[in-house]
């Protein structure tokens, strides 16, 4: 029986298991002759966060397809409270450029009136329509990959090719679920069962990647693609915050030869370094997740080294 209050009490079980909420905003951008929310270079903003792994996949997504003068964007601010996301106009802060909003709440509000929900990134902001098109990251990286990809100034990669499609889908499902949603099911379990459960597959998948990642350069072959970048975005925070702070702490990636060599490749790749923020990551979950570490201490650890080579330019089997 479960007696613990989650740090989100309306996802959770009463066996203690987190429950994700849907997204509740799902219109897609369409080519730019299309209707009611045509791609179009200038009118569409994104609002991201630095720390959440959702929302750094659309970052990563937009700087690999060069949309950085298309789609602009706005940071909240990592730490969060019941008031949800905001952005705080201090030195070093954070800003909304689209709207002058203090809370991204308001961005909901707008939107759908009585929103009950909670208030999430990223989210994708139609500025003439003045509303939320899409807060779903699956959605708005196909989106960006799509519709908004002729707008790039030069050629960039497919990170859906049609050809990798059906294994494509089958694999970011399963890592969405064990490792991506895996270490938030684990970190805001409530009970034994619930988080014994999430990490056990969490590391059971995490084992075969590694296994798989002997044999390939990337996970679908010899160039990352949109797969690649989902768990790139939940292994680039798992050694400073997922290991101890969701306690998933059967293996650092770190002791992983082949996870951790992929991770720096990833991390070394063009463009992708200026998309990780470990200031704002650590502070968002320390600080924010009051149920898990109520002092709000930021610790000083782990020293990660992502610099160093991959050792992944290796050849592979064909």
Not at 27 to 32: D, E, F, M, S
Not at 72 to 94: C, L, N, Q, Y
Not at 120 to 129: F, R
Not at 239 to 251: E, I, L, P, S, T
Request: proline letters at 8%.
């Amino acid at each position: 029986m479960t007696t613990a209050r989650g740090q989100f009490p309306d996802e959770q079980t009463v066996d203690g298991e987190f429950a994700r909420q849907e997204d509740a905003f799902r219109a897609l951008v369409g080519a730019p002759d299309s209707a009611p929310f045509p791609a179009a270079p200038g009118r569409y903003h994104l609002y991201v966060s630095l720390a959440c792994p959702w929302a750094h996949r659309t970052l990563i997504v937009r700087a690999l397809k060069q949309l950085e003068n298309v789609i602009s964007v706005s940071v909240v601010d990592p730490v969060r409270d019941e008031r949800g996301w905001a952005f705080r106009d201090v030195p070093g802060g954070t800003v909304d450029h689209a709207n002058g909003f203090r809370f991204l709440s308001e961005a909901y509000a707008a939107s759908l009136p009585g929103y009950r929900g909670r208030w999430t990134v990223p989210v994708l902001w139609d500025k003439v329509a003045g509303r939320i098109v899409n807060n779903s990251e699956d959605d708005i990286c196909r989106m960006l990959n799509g519709p908004f990809a002729g707008f790039a100034p030069a050629a960039t990669p497919d990170l859906f090719p049609p050809a990798l499609a059906a294994a494509q889908d089958a694999l970011s499902a399963r890592i969405y679920e064990s490792v991506n949603n895996g270490v938030y099911r684990a970190g805001f379990a409530t009970g034994q069962r619930a988080y014994e459960r999430a990490v056990r597959r969490l590391f059971a998948l995490l084992d075969e990647l590694e296994a798989r990642l002997a044999g390939s350069r990337f996970l679908l072959g010899a160039a990352p693609v949109e797969t690649d970048w989902r768990l790139f975005c939940t292994l680039v925070r798992f050694d400073a915050v997922y290991h101890g702070h969701f306690k998933c702490n059967v293996r650092r990636i770190a002791d992983y030869p082949q996870l951790s060599g992929y991770l720096r490749d990833l991390f070394q790749w063009p463009g992708i370094a200026a998309t990780v923020n470990f200031d704002h990551i650590k502070r968002h979950y320390y600080v924010t997740h009051t149920e898990i570490n109520p002092s709000g201490i930021v610790p000083l650890g782990p020293v990660l080294d992502f610099l160093s080579p991959s050792g992944r330019d290796r050849p592979y089997p064909a």
